[in-house]
């Protein structure tokens, strides 16, 4: 098993004016979240336990990192997602190793929440949250 260190993990979103995927800015924590529902279908002969249906799946990813005012070559910037949330345009997205192994998981979301948030004498921060639209893909690379 190969184990890697979390530092590695990235997340790639579109710019908004179009163009390749470009890392998020100073990020330090990314996640990948998939769910699956359920659909009951117990009866009466169920022996008492439940018997279950897979149904709807669903995704989000969030992300967050120190907050940078001036845009880095080469990084998806603040402004960037701000200007996609207020476009309501949904962002095309990579999930997975900044060296590529293994494999990448890509899809479309819409981003839900940013915040920017700066305490005293603190590095400011920024925050998002995106929901997928569509399916997942998974690319060996």
């Known amino acids: 098993m190969a184990i ?3 530092t590695d993990l990235i997340l790639k979103v579109s710019p908004s004016s179009g163009g390749a995927e470009a890392k998020l800015m100073h990020s330090q924590n990314v ?3 998939i769910n699956a529902d359920t659909i009951d279908i117990s009866t009466k002969d ?3 336990f439940r018997d279950l249906l897979g149904g709807q799946k669903s995704f989000s990813l969030s992300a967050d990192g120190l907050m940078d005012f001036e845009a880095t070559a080469g990084d998806t910037d603040f402004a960037e997602l701000f200007d996609q949330m207020m476009d309501r345009t949904a962002v095309d997205f990579t999930f997975a190793l900044a060296t590529p192994a293994g494999y990448t998981i890509t899809g479309d979301g ?3 929440s940013l915040e ?3 305490g ?3 590095a400011p921060t920024y925050s998002c949250s995106i ?3 569509g399916a997942l893909t998974k690319t060996a690379v």
Do not use: K, P, R
Request: aromatic content about 10%; charged content about 15%.
């Open 31 to 33: 996640s990948l979240s």
């Open 4 to 6: 890697f260190n979390g």
């Open 116 to 118: 920017v948030s700066g």
């Open 110 to 112: 819409f981003i839900t």
């Open 131 to 133: 929901e997928g639209t």
């Open 120 to 122: 005293t004498e603190d």
């Open 46 to 48: 169920s022996a008492g």
